[in-house]
């Protein structure tokens, strides 16, 4: 190993675990001691990346409160280095982490929170893809309609969460109160997307997020209604078909739908 | 993707200097970094600033509104992209997922110029998010040097390189900053991004006279100055860009404009993000000294 290299692992160990190795090879200055100034890397290194987490989960922060999402903060930064070159990425493992590290895994709401966040943050600058019309799917003849395949927006995505995370969510978003948190008898069904440039979620009943997520396996529209008959009255079951799909198509959450394939 | 196919055959080619003949960058005034801050503003009123800078990883994104919104600016305004995660001097692998993603940036953009900074920020698969100092040994400058021309081959354009600001110094240093950045400049045909304000808080840290790292920087190799605000800390100085620029560093902006002439120049604000007006007059203020100090209209020096 180059002296160069060498000396970069030094000063980065300095900085991630606050050894002082590289301290040796470092100058005082006219008017500072060389571990003040170090220090200012050591700080910076931190509080940057603290920063960063509280511009990616606004609301988790107000949620927390500026002590403990610090504190949260900076035990993640410790637990989970950044390996990626652009900060957009950092905060990514949150959930996980808030899941899976006591004593925030002793509160469910924390990692749902972060997640429905970091799904909304991954909708905002998520790819761009068409857009299915209803003008569009006006083009289809009535017996191509059970044929149809439906592919979603690229950013469009299914989250679960198992606390009434996005209430909070909703309250602190309108600077309200938050309620307590709750865990739910059984799992809240988010669909998570972008309409032009805003990133959106809504709650589904059980009936329209299995059809989304049999619809997003590329399901034909024909089965889905045949689906659907088992949750429900089956003689409405192609009613409320085609009224979920035309609540999709107005939202903008299909790229594509065809016959093909 | 296999690193080592991507690196020069030997050895001997990754250390023998090819610096990269490109014409000079054309003068595009005086400008701003472009802030989401703005955005609307930007938008809705066409402002009269001469050029945006625009920092690379904002916009290294899959879609969205920064992206669609960049688009828009392109259309408007001359962009220059201004990158913090190069990591030009680390002496880990060259990452060629980043470079490639910046590639594609600047294919969408077509800036003027891609600029980042003579700095490293992560080794050993970390990335500190953080500009981070190097000695300035031979060592080092044949690293830099061969770094510099990878990148430039990979991205087919002269890059342009900032000095930064630092707050230790390596006691296996054998040159100055100036010195390095001088001879990085001329072996790799690389431009030089001459921060005035990073020059004043180094020059403050490190208790050297800023007017002799100005006039060690080779006259004809600076394609654009940088004006930011910094934080005292008596002992010490950071460079927060997060204050207006301070009379000292107007001062030096002076003496730069006197050495290099008209130089493409903008202010950098990062955080504490006051209006747009505000920073308007101070972008006026960088016009009024070099047109009350060198005839105006374009330059080529």
């Known amino acids: 190993m180059s002296d160069f290299a060498r000396q970069q692992g030094d000063f980065q160990r300095g900085i991630l675990s606050g050894d002082d190795t590289v301290l040796a090879e ?36 107000a949620y927390l409160g500026d002590e403990m999402f610090d504190e949260m903060g900076h035990a993640y930064v410790k637990a989970r280095p950044s390996e990626h070159p652009n900060l957009r990425w950092f905060s990514q493992a949150l959930p996980e982490f808030l899941k899976s590290t006591a004593p925030y895994s002793d ?12 799904a909304l943050n991954d909708a905002f ?17 009535p017996e191509a309609w059970a044929d149809l395949r439906f592919k979603p927006h690229p950013t469009a995505g299914r989250l679960d969460v198992s606390t009434n995370a996005s209430a909070i969510w909703m309250a602190l978003k309108n600077d309200g109160t938050p309620p307590d948190a709750l865990l739910l008898e059984e799992p809240s069904r988010l669909l998570i997307w972008r309409q032009d440039t805003t990133p959106v979620f809504r709650e589904l009943a059980a009936e329209e997020a299995m059809m989304w997520d049999e619809a997003a396996n590329e399901i034909p529209f024909g089965v889905l209604c045949t689906m659907l008959a088992t949750y429900d009255d089956p003689d409405g079951a ?9 609540g999709w198509v107005t939202a903008g959450l299909l790229t594509d739908a065809s016959t093909g394939g | 993707m296999n690193v080592a196919s991507r690196l020069p055959n030997s050895s001997a080619a990754a250390l023998a200097d090819r610096p990269m003949e490109q014409a000079k960058p054309p003068f595009l005034g005086f400008g701003l970094g472009l802030r989401h801050q703005h955005y609307d503003e930007i938008l809705a009123g066409n402002p009269p600033i001469d050029w945006f800078e625009v920092i690379s990883e904002n916009y290294m994104l899959p879609g969205g509104q920064p992206l669609r919104v960049l688009d828009q600016i392109c259309e408007r305004y001359p ?26 940036l600047a294919r969408r953009v077509e800036p003027k110029w891609v600029s980042d900074h003579l700095c490293w920020t992560g080794v050993h698969g970390k990335n500190l998010h953080d500009l981070l100092p190097i000695p300035y040994t031979e060592e080092a400058l044949d690293h830099v040097v061969s770094r510099v021309q990878l990148v430039q ?23 100055t900053e100036w010195e390095f950045l001088a001879e990085l400049s001329r072996r790799s ?35 654009q100055f940088h004006m930011a605000g910094h934080s005292h800390m008596g002992t010490h100085i950071i460079d927060t860009h997060d204050h207006p620029v301070c009379e000292d560093v107007w001062d ?12 493409s120049t903008m202010i950098e604000r990062d955080d504490n993000i006051p209006p747009l007006a505000e920073l308007l007059v101070e972008v006026s203020r960088t016009r009024e000294i070099a047109d009350g100090l060198l005839a105006p209209g374009p330059h080529a020096g």
């Not at chain 1, 910076?44 to 603290?50: D, M, P, Q, T």
């Not at chain 2, 030096?252 to 130089?263: E, H, I, M, T």
């Open chain 1, 107 to 118: 509160h469910p709401v924390l990692s749902d929170l972060a997640a429905l966040e970091r």
């Open chain 1, 125 to 141: 600058d998520g790819k761009d893809g068409p857009v299915v019309t209803l003008a569009g799917m006006a083009g289809f003849a």
């Open chain 2, 79 to 104: 962009v220059v992209m201004h990158g913090v995660s190069l990591s030009i001097a680390s002496t880990a692998p060259p990452n060629f997922d980043y470079l490639q993603a910046l590639k594609a």
């Open chain 2, 189 to 223: 045909g690389c431009w030089l991004l001459f921060d005035v304000n990073n020059v004043y808080v180094s020059a403050f840290n490190h208790g050297y006279d800023p007017h002799t790292f100005l006039n060690g920087i080779p006259r004809d190799r600076v394609v």
């Open chain 1, 238 to 246: 192609a009613a409320r078909g085609a009224g979920y799909l035309h």
């Open chain 2, 252 to 263: 030096l902006y002076v003496a730069a404009l006197k050495r290099f002439g008209r130089v």
């Open chain 1, 26 to 61: 470092i100058l005082d200055s006219p008017k500072e001691k060389r571990e003040t100034l170090f220090g200012v890397y050591r700080y910076a290194y931190g509080s940057r990346l603290v920063e960063a987490m509280r511009n990616d989960h606004e609301l988790l922060h």
């Open chain 2, 153 to 175: 081959d990979f991205l087919g354009r002269a890059i342009v390189l900032e000095n930064v600001s630092t707050y230790v110094q390596f006691n296996n240093s054998e040159m």
